[in-house]
């Protein structure tokens, strides 16, 4: 069993920036690819960005291309994402994922993830 831990949501303003962080702990040696996701009221949830375990390689959904980064602190099982020039679109529910089954893609689907945080809210205002 892994626990995911969100934090660092809030509400700012356009243009400003956020700095989101999962923490896991539990049975941190079982887990692979570590991904963010987010869901929107009435949306279905969708990919936001992914890191592989080796932190060699990283995917952007486009709408976040150039503006947002992910990041991983191995000793500390801690995923990050920094969020910068944020957009009213870009509010929604966000949320940390991880995989315990091998493959080493950069998957983007959320079936194929294992485990979940429980959520942080960013709301960025007009």
């Known amino acids: 069993q892994v626990v995911l831990v969100e934090s660092g949501g809030g509400l700012v303003q356009t243009g400003g920036s956020l700095r989101l962080s999962c923490v896991a702990s539990g049975r941190t040696g079982s887990m692979n690819t570590m991904a963010w996701f987010r869901q929107a009221p009435g949306k279905e949830r969708e990919f936001v960005a992914v890191?592989?375990?080796?932190?060699?390689?990283?995917y952007y959904t486009d709408s976040v291309k150039g503006r947002f980064t992910i990041s991983r602190d191995s000793p500390k099982a801690t995923l990050y994402l920094q969020m910068d020039s944020l957009k009213p679109e870009d509010t929604a529910a966000y949320y940390c994922?991880?995989?315990?089954?091998?493959?080493?893609?950069?998957?983007?689907?959320?079936?194929?993830?294992?485990?979940w945080g429980q959520g942080t809210q960013v709301t960025v205002s007009s």
């Open positions: 994922a991880t995989r315990a089954r091998t493959g080493s893609n950069l998957y983007t689907i959320p079936d194929d993830y294992d485990y």
């Open positions: 890191i592989n375990w080796s932190r060699t390689r990283t």
